[in-house]
């Protein structure tokens, strides 16, 4: 794939044969509409078991702009994602469903709110045009649940229609369901994330592929997370709770052993005082490791704000307006 482009749009599809050819046109439309020359569209299939690698290819052949990506199966729509992201040469990513749902003449609303000072424009589907039992009420429980627990709030986490910043979305790790998590650890990274009201269409081909069965896969990864989140900014605090538990259980071996010598059996049982030595052993490494991770974790913090320090002091303007080191 050619870098330096200025915009990359990426579509993951599954079994979406009737949907690819109408999302294309209306897509290259709105680029040419808004002057988007150096663009490309990724389109990702993702294993699909109907028609659609060849209507995405027949798309390709006619506008060199469109590149297809076919993976060898069905990894979900997470690793589709991510292997558009992976391939994408422009400096502005937007990702977007291929059911025709999301609507391209929002990305120049997108595109508008990033250049303003965002990392990452998230789309908001206030009027979704959706079933309520399987898609919008197990969506607006994931939603209130990510707000509650990560402290983020962006409305609609799973809306796929989103731009991002190149080097930003390459720093986030996606799998499983990471997808919907993608403003929360753009977030924790020190991103500046926002949303945008986006227009939202009923699906009139294809079968959707979403429903109730996946809400403990995100549930899942709503717990991950929040683990990352969390050891992040306070790696010795989840380093002695797991401590904890460890160091008690070997501490009290080895007073149940301490009593048994003095008041009962007089002789050392080897079993017991070696198995509270080694949990009080791991306990102590545990707490180590955190203290190594707090120091690290600060240590790199100096050193960031040290290395903006010296580019500030040696990049600094003269009269005449150049930069001198």
Known sequence: MSRGLDLSVVIPLFNEEANVEPVVAE???????????????????????????????DCAQRDPRVKVIKLRRNYGQTAALAAGITVAGGRI??????????????????????????DVVVGWRRARKDT???????????????????????????????AFRAHVIREIPLYAEM??????????????VGEVEVNHRPRRRGVSKYGLARTYRVLLDLVTVQL???????????????????GVLGIVLLVLEGVDIALLSGSLSLPIAGAGVLFLSCSMILIMSGVLAELTRHLGDVRQEHFAAVTASTERPTQAGSRVA
């Open 228 to 246: 990352i989140s969390g050891f992040v900014f306070q790696p010795l605090l989840w380093f002695a709770i797991l401590a904890l538990p460890i």
């Open 132 to 162: 309520w039992l399987t898609r919008r009420l197990p969506s607006s429980a994931a939603n209130w649940l990510i707000r509650l627990i990560t402290g983020i709030s962006i409305h609609d986490n799973g809306c796929t229609l989103k």
């Open 27 to 57: 897509l290259l439309a709105v680029l040419d509409l808004a002057g988007a020359a150096a663009s490309e569209v990724l389109l990702v299939d993702d294993g699909s078991t109907d028609g659609t690698l060849a209507r995405a290819s």
């Open 93 to 118: 990513l937007v990702t977007m469903d291929g059911d025709q749902q999301n609507d391209p003449a929002d990305i120049p609303r997108l595109l508008v709110q990033l250049e303003g000072g965002y």
């Open 179 to 192: 997808h919907r998590f993608i403003p929360a650890m753009a977030s924790v990274a020190g991103a500046h």
